[in-house]
């Protein structure tokens, strides 16, 4: 079974601009998280979709936002890039959401690099 | 507060134990984990541990889990140049009505040949 996929894997972007950013769940998975992964803040989590619905939200601005598909497939959208948001931004995908069962592991995709200039 | 701690740095020398350390903070977390990070990679799922376990082991792996004092380990046994990584724990809390997970600070293993 392939695992989670994440394009582009690599960005460059300017402040000012915006980029979107897509994720491909494993087969089978509806839930899809995305978290933003920088070397002073560590593992920050941004939002989790499951059933094309926003289950849960972290503390980042409106700047960041997503969606999920009808096929489970999620893409996350930075508008007006700043510097600080170069980070590595990691999805990760779960059978379910919850918190209660083994079916909520997540499991990581290889994460996309974006560069801000 | 949300905050799962773990070292930064740990060094070991090839073919000895690792035992990486985890203190997390919501005791009704249902399941705990541990993931590995290569450079430039996403995070490989290791091993997770339900919470009404003590103990599991999975090869080379030995999770402990302490929940009266919420501390989680990992032991690698006979630990190789290919281990080293970077290592997160993870707790599945609820609050607010819903549930996230919350990741450790990570502890970079360096094995030394």
């Known amino acids: 079974k392939a695992g989670v996929t994440q394009t582009p894997r690599y960005l460059i972007k300017t402040r000012g601009q915006q980029v979107t950013l897509s994720c491909s769940p494993i087969s089978g998975h509806r839930s899809v998280s995305w978290y933003q992964q920088t070397p002073g803040q560590g593992l920050q989590f941004l939002f989790e979709y499951f059933s094309e619905t926003q289950r849960n939200k972290g503390n980042f601005p409106g700047r960041f936002s997503g969606r999920q598909f009808s096929n489970s497939r999620s893409e996350m959208n930075v508008s007006t890039l700043e510097l600080g948001d170069s980070a590595l931004y990691l999805c990760?995908?779960?059978?379910?959401?919850?918190?209660?069962?083994?079916?909520?592991?997540?499991?990581f995709g290889p994460g996309t690099r974006l560069t801000v200039l | 507060g949300e905050d799962v701690e773990q070292s930064l740095f740990l060094s070991v020398r090839e073919g000895d134990s690792s035992v990486i350390n985890c203190t997390y903070t919501d005791s009704s977390s249902t399941y705990l984990y541990w993931y590995k990070q290569e450079p430039g990679a996403g995070l490989q799922l290791l091993t997770y541990?339900?919470?009404?376990?003590d103990m599991k082991q999975d090869q080379r792996l030995t999770v402990l889990l302490n929940k009266k004092d919420k501390h989680l380990s990992l032991r690698i046994a006979d630990t190789q140049t290919g281990d080293s990584a970077i290592y997160f724990c993870a707790e599945t809390s609820r609050g607010s009505g819903t549930y996230k997970y919350i990741f450790g600070t990570g502890t970079r293993l360096k094995v030394l040949a």
């Open positions: 990760a995908s779960s059978l379910a959401w919850g918190g209660r069962s083994y079916t909520d592991t997540q499991y």
């Open positions: 541990i339900f919470s009404n376990m």
